[in-house]
């Protein structure tokens, strides 16, 4: 019977199993991951792990040798086999759909099959089709958010040291610096874990830290422009300006992080615009970083390919005559707010 559990209420059973493992929080699929794994060998010492990745090959050779890794063998333990990315391989959708429709009837005896496909699934793809109507389980990972995220994080001290904590401003300032990005967020849990060590972690040590970057400023001000709304982008702009301390300096890096940033949209939409839909897939084509395309597909659909390009052409341009001085970088920022 196929069930859908959170993660606080799963726990490893018996072999003999299929476990589908999927959301767009990569991060926590990763945790989870390991807690699996680790569970899995605690309890079967003996047993074998067995990982294969099809992002890394997909080929149909590579196919064949992990659908034979979930075969009995002659002298049976217990065996965990792992599938990383199931929905990468274009040609070997027809083969894993076969091979779990034959595996879910025949179950062999002490094997587990662990399914993992981080990021957004499209649910009717063939494989994750049937893993979501046949597999034993299935635990989607969410990205947090609200007081969801905020009792991740605590509990994130918590595994540090358990007298370690975060007041809610510094909470609140922690979570607006980082923005999306659950990587970089994870990394900051742990520097500023290491820094305290024991004890209640406050804004002063928050601002100590780290401020919202450059690049989660440009994209929190490009995701405004999408939506058209101008004066939001030019005071986003403007906190980053006062918080550097050559204001004329941070013009120019931030006109140079929105021409990077572009440069990746128009990357992200040309990938969109082939048919790629899910985070993953994109990010295996363009080679970018999965969350930054989780930040970038919230606003693709209000960003065509033209526009993208004729914004990078505008850039180019400004940069060109700010460099002979014919165009004050102040100037060139707001210009590029309102003709993007």
């Not at 067995?50 to 063998?73: H, K, M, V, W, Y």
């Not at 009837?105 to 699934?121: C, F, M, N, R, Y």
Request: with cysteine.
């Amino acid at each position: 019977m196929n069930m859908k559990l959170s993660a606080s209420t799963i726990s490893y059973e018996l072999p003999s199993m299929i476990y589908f493992l999927y959301g767009e929080d990569d991060v926590r699929v990763g945790e989870r991951r390991r807690e699996l794994v680790d569970g899995f060998r605690k309890k079967y010492p003996t047993g074998e792990v067995q990982i294969f990745d099809f992002e890394d090959n997909g080929t149909p050779e590579a196919i064949r040798l992990a659908c034979s890794a979930c075969d009995p063998g002659l002298f049976a333990v217990p065996k965990l086999v792992i599938w990383l990315h199931p929905c990468a391989p274009k040609e070997g959708e027809v083969a894993l759909k076969d091979f779990l429709a034959r595996f879910v009837k025949e179950h062999p005896k002490d094997i587990s099959l662990l399914v993992i496909a981080p990021g957004k699934i499209k649910k009717t793809h063939p494989v994750s089709a049937i893993l979501l109507k046949k597999a034993d389980r299935t635990e989607e990972l969410e990205l947090l958010s609200g007081a969801a995220l905020e009792q991740y994080v605590l509990s994130m001290f918590a595994g540090f040291d358990t007298g370690l904590s975060i007041g809610r401003p510094a909470l609140a300032s922690l979570l607006k610096a980082v923005g999306d990005d659950r990587f970089r967020l994870k990394q900051e849990v742990a520097r500023l874990a290491t820094y305290r060590g024991t004890g209640m972690i406050t804004s002063e040590d928050v601002a100590l830290f780290l401020r919202p970057s450059a690049e989660t400023t440009v994209f929190q001000a490009l995701d405004a422009l999408s939506r058209g709304e101008r004066e939001r982008a030019l005071t986003v702009f403007a906190v980053e300006q006062r918080a550097g301390n050559a204001p004329k300096d941070a013009v120019y890096g931030l006109l140079s992080m929105c021409a990077w940033q572009i440069r990746r949209l128009i990357a992200i939409r040309e990938a969109y615009d082939q048919g790629n839909r899910d985070s993953g897939s994109i990010a295996r084509v363009t080679k970018l970083p999965p969350f930054a395309v989780q930040n970038a597909l919230r606003s693709i659909d209000r960003l065509p390919l033209p526009r993208l390009i004729a914004g990078l052409s505008l850039l180019a341009d400004m940069d060109a005559a700010m460099k002979v001085g014919e165009l004050d970088p102040g100037i060139a920022l707001d210009t590029f707010v309102w003709k993007f």
